[in-house]
């Protein structure tokens, strides 16, 4: 029987109410069968392991993107795959966060959450909870894994970790993959797509856990007081900054951010250019407001989501990789085209 390790790191899918004190609390997930009896019949054999304090998605950090790696690689041999219980809001940047630390992977790793807590009557936590199960432990007809990447399983969809983000706080369609489509899509039966699965060509499972959190994100705004920035670039302890520029990459010609980014690249720094739109990619050069960034070294992130960009810097700058801006101009899995 496939077997599937189910990892409780916090949030609103592990809160019931208490009778007594009409409070959310966190349940035991050794007794999930209790409160979800319908994962009896799933074919599925489904141990538990929890944080031992259960963690607001608000509060994630690295360091509990390494626990959960290590989770993982700890009980790689025992399990067939890996279900992640997570708080939906920081959820798509643990699940880009695994994907690069997760290198050759070649079992399912699913993200899932809820919107209502799993003890409410209309939560989306059971459906969400079962189906990404069930989606762990499908097999192809060869017995490997279907899925073989880290995925967020959300309100009937499969997306890709690294592409995925969350899009709204009120409904349970909570995330969206704007710039690649979904892997599968649970209807009467789950549909895979399986020409867009993610296949690795590592040899071999390996677990890297250093990041380096030496980034900064600057959201570009009209009216924008670049003197207000002066500090973060010529901070010497920020070894990269991802901006988040308009359209396809496009940026005022202010002669002071232009000076400021300049001097940040040339003393070494590294200055990633992703889109603030909700889809689409950049494309360095195609105006006149984005060749400025083309001519002194500003890398184009194409269609990174922010979630993926940052958490692909910190991984490269924890590896210490000395081409860190080649491979920042690369898919290493899968996160952008």
Not at 125 to 142: C, F, Q, R, S, Y
Request: net charge negative; hydrophobic share 40%; with cysteine.
């Amino acid at each position: 029987m496939t077997k599937i390790l189910l990892i409780y790191t916090g949030g609103t899918i592990g809160m019931i109410k208490n009778p007594q004190t009409g409070e959310l609390e966190s349940f035991n997930f050794k007794h999930i069968h209790d409160h979800v009896p319908e994962l009896g019949r799933l074919n599925v054999e489904i141990e538990s392991i929890s944080f031992e304090e259960p963690i607001d998605s608000s509060e994630m950090n690295l360091k509990h993107w390494t626990m959960m790696a290590k989770l993982i690689e700890e009980n790689d041999a025992l399990y067939d795959g890996f279900v992640i219980l997570h708080g939906s809001d920081t959820m798509a940047f643990s699940a880009s966060a695994l994907s690069f630390m997760l290198q050759g992977l070649r079992k399912p790793v699913v993200f899932t959450g809820s919107q209502l807590p799993i003890g409410t009557i209309r939560t989306d936590g059971k459906e969400n909870l079962i189906t990404a199960i069930e989606i762990a432990g499908m097999k192809d007809e060869n017995g490997a894994a279907i899925l073989q990447e880290v995925a967020v399983y959300f309100e009937y969809s499969l997306y890709r970790g690294n592409r995925s983000a969350k899009i709204s706080a009120n409904q349970f369609e909570a995330f969206q993959s704007p710039n690649y489509p979904e892997l599968a899509k649970a209807g009467v039966q789950i549909e895979w797509q399986k020409d867009r699965l993610f296949r690795t060509d590592l040899s071999a499972f390996t677990v890297f856990t250093s990041f380096k959190n030496n980034v900064a994100l600057i959201r570009l705004f009209p009216g924008m007081n670049f003197e207000f920035y002066r500090a973060m670039f010529h901070d010497q302890q920020v070894q990269a900054i991802v901006l988040e520029t308009y359209g396809s990459g496009n940026a005022p010609s202010d002669p002071l951010f232009q000076e400021l980014v300049a001097s940040f690249i040339d003393r070494g720094g590294i200055v990633l250019n992703i889109t603030q739109c909700g889809s689409g990619a950049v494309q360095q050069g195609a105006y006149q407001t984005s060749s400025f960034f083309e001519r002194i070294g500003v890398i184009s992130g194409r269609n990174l989501t922010s979630e993926a960009a940052l958490t692909k810097i910190m991984y490269l700058l924890g590896q210490g990789h000395a081409d860190i801006r080649e491979k920042l101009q690369i898919s290493m899995v899968g996160e952008m085209d």
